[in-house]
């Protein structure tokens, strides 16, 4: 297979695997907007924000395959014209940008939330605002600097549009060299891409300073509270009753996994004297499990950013590297970049399908996983979808092969008909003879 054919099939390849990354994002975005809570938290905003520039990062890989000019040697799917490639090539500077900008928004969101105690108020009322409009007043003007330099061009056959001289890798090397080519367009695009791939760069840096921060923090955390736990864990065994120990064991269990609506309303509580009903060591036990699940759901979302954008990266650190090793940047940039929504909607909804799977240990990830999604995201609350008690029979013996078990549930334990109805389509599922719930 020639290197066009290779090339014709990565494009292929790309436009599918960035409509897949393109309705995983979308989907996001429609959770947050059709739940209860929608735009109103924090957290909330910053990932429809990363959510946002995916969705303009996928459609924009989509068009740039069809962008570039009709004369671009050997682009047998180019239908455009310089004007549709600058567009394209903004585009996907843009949603590149947003996306790192707002995955370093959230990192550091959490870093405040985790080692400063930020509220989600005082956090909301104060630097937010103005990290949204930095956000995106950066991503907006400098692609625009790019194609007002004429410095966004298609790559060798079309591949995509993006910062890159015309024709392609010209002005590379020294005027003397038997390969060298005289540039069109974009003279300095080479000086361009590496200022772009030091920015880039440097976010990630900060990525990695803001993690260090938070792991350091977290495991502090632990050292300090585990001698302190054990102790208080011995005397609540002997002090209180087997059935308070196990509902709050369960509580906890549950409460603590529904992240992040939990996180916003436990993880910066004020120093106070926990409830009669409640051991003391549970809200030590809580505000440690939420620190380290915001280290675990940090380092997520940086890594799947690092496994997708890993060689475009290089590429704009050393535009040379494509002289020799183009066809490998251009099948890693194809199997990779496209995924990127993908990675996003998993760590999103992870917390809530962990819920649901220990809730509901017979059903499967995917029974879970689709819930929370055609649920909006909301599914659970823990207290909305709690497993209901059995009711006592009245007479022991084997239960006839196919009837169904009984079940009582309270109005407090549920929110209407919806959840009832989705709580037992989960568990008829995931049992295979289902469970009967009686009002």
């Given at each position: 297979m020639?290197e066009e054919?290779v090339?014709l099939a990565?494009?292929i390849?790309?436009?599918l695997?960035a409509s897949?990354?393109?309705?995983?994002s979308?989907?996001?975005?429609?959770m947050?907007?059709?739940?209860?809570?929608?735009?109103k938290?924090?957290?909330s905003?910053?990932?429809?924000?990363?959510?946002?520039?995916?969705i303009?990062?996928?459609s924009a890989?989509?068009?740039a395959?069809?962008?570039a000019?009709?004369?671009?040697p050997g682009?047998p799917?180019?239908?455009g014209?310089?004007f549709s490639?600058?567009?394209?090539?903004?585009a996907?500077?843009?949603g590149i940008?947003?996306?790192?900008?707002y995955?370093?928004?959230l990192?550091y969101?959490?870093?405040?939330?985790?080692?400063?105690?930020?509220t989600p108020a005082n956090?909301a009322?104060?630097e937010?605002?103005?990290?949204?409009?930095?956000?995106?007043?950066l991503?907006?003007v400098?692609?625009?600097i790019?194609?007002?330099?004429?410095?966004?061009?298609?790559t060798?056959?079309?591949?995509?549009?993006?910062?890159?001289?015309k024709?392609?890798?010209?002005?590379?090397?020294?005027?003397?060299?038997?390969?060298?080519m005289e540039c069109?367009?974009?003279?300095?695009?080479?000086?361009?891409s590496?200022?772009?791939?030091g920015?880039?760069?440097?976010l990630?840096?900060?990525?990695f300073?803001?993690?260090?921060s938070?792991t350091?923090?977290?495991y502090?955390?632990e050292?300090e509270?585990?001698?302190?736990n054990?102790?208080?864990?011995?005397h609540?065994?002997?002090?209180?009753?087997?059935?308070?120990e196990?509902y709050?064991?369960?509580?906890?269990i549950?409460?603590a996994?529904n992240?992040?609506?939990?996180?916003?309303?436990e993880?910066?509580?004020?120093?106070?004297?926990?409830?009669?009903?409640?051991p003391?060591?549970?809200e030590e036990?809580?505000?440690e499990?939420l620190?380290r699940?915001s280290?675990n759901?940090?380092?997520?979302?940086?890594?799947?950013?690092?496994?997708?954008?890993?060689?475009?990266?290089a590429?704009?650190?050393n535009?040379?590297?494509?002289k020799?090793?183009?066809?490998?940047?251009?099948?890693l940039?194809a199997?990779?970049?496209?995924?990127?929504?993908?990675?996003l909607i998993l760590?999103?909804?992870?917390?809530?399908?962990k819920?649901l799977s220990?809730?509901?240990p017979?059903?499967?990830?995917?029974l879970?996983?689709?819930?929370v999604?055609?649920?909006?995201?909301?599914v659970?609350?823990?207290?909305e979808?709690?497993r209901p008690?059995?009711?006592?029979r009245?007479?022991?013996?084997?239960?006839?092969e196919g009837?169904?078990?009984v079940?009582?549930y309270?109005d407090?334990?549920?929110?209407g008909n919806?959840?009832?109805?989705?709580?037992?389509?989960?568990i008829?599922v995931?049992r295979?003879d289902?469970?009967?719930?009686q009002n």
């Open positions: 020639g054919e090339a990565a494009n390849i790309t436009c695997g897949l990354s393109l309705a995983a979308s989907t996001i975005v429609y947050i907007r059709h739940t209860s809570r929608g735009l938290s924090s957290y905003r910053i990932i429809f924000g990363l959510s946002v520039g995916d303009i990062q996928s890989i989509i068009i395959v069809f962008a000019p009709k004369d671009t682009t799917l180019a239908i014209s310089t490639c600058d567009l394209a090539g903004y996907i500077i843009l940008l947003l996306t790192i900008f995955l370093n928004f990192i969101f959490f870093w405040r939330r985790v080692k400063f105690r930020v956090f009322n104060g937010e605002l103005y990290i949204h409009l930095i956000i995106w007043m991503a907006l400098y692609p625009a790019v194609v007002s330099r004429q410095e966004i061009n298609p060798r056959y079309g591949s995509t549009c993006i910062i890159t001289s024709p392609f890798l010209c002005g590379i090397g020294d005027e003397e060299d038997e390969d060298y069109t367009r974009g003279e300095s695009a080479t000086q361009m590496r200022i772009f791939g920015i880039i760069g440097g990630l840096l900060s990525l300073a803001l993690l260090a938070i350091c923090h977290v502090s955390i050292k509270l585990s001698p302190r054990k102790t208080s864990s011995h609540s065994v002997q002090n209180e009753p087997l059935e308070r196990t709050n064991q369960q509580s906890a549950t409460d996994e992240f992040p609506e939990n996180e916003e309303a993880l910066n509580q004020e120093e106070e004297m926990p409830p009669a009903n409640e003391a060591n549970q036990e809580k505000k499990s620190t699940r280290l759901q940090s380092l997520l979302y940086i890594l799947a950013y690092i496994f997708t954008f890993a060689a475009p990266s590429f704009f650190a535009p040379a590297i494509l020799n090793h183009y066809v490998l940047v251009l099948w940039t199997l990779l970049v496209p995924t990127y929504g993908i990675f760590i999103y909804t992870r917390p809530k399908v819920v220990e809730m509901f017979e059903s499967s990830w995917t879970c996983f689709s819930v999604v055609t649920s909006g995201g909301e659970p609350p823990p207290n979808l709690r008690s059995p009711l006592p009245m007479s022991e013996g084997p239960r006839e009837s169904a078990e079940y009582s309270d407090e334990s549920t929110n919806y959840y009832e109805g989705l709580r037992e389509s989960m008829a995931s295979g289902g469970w009967y719930v």
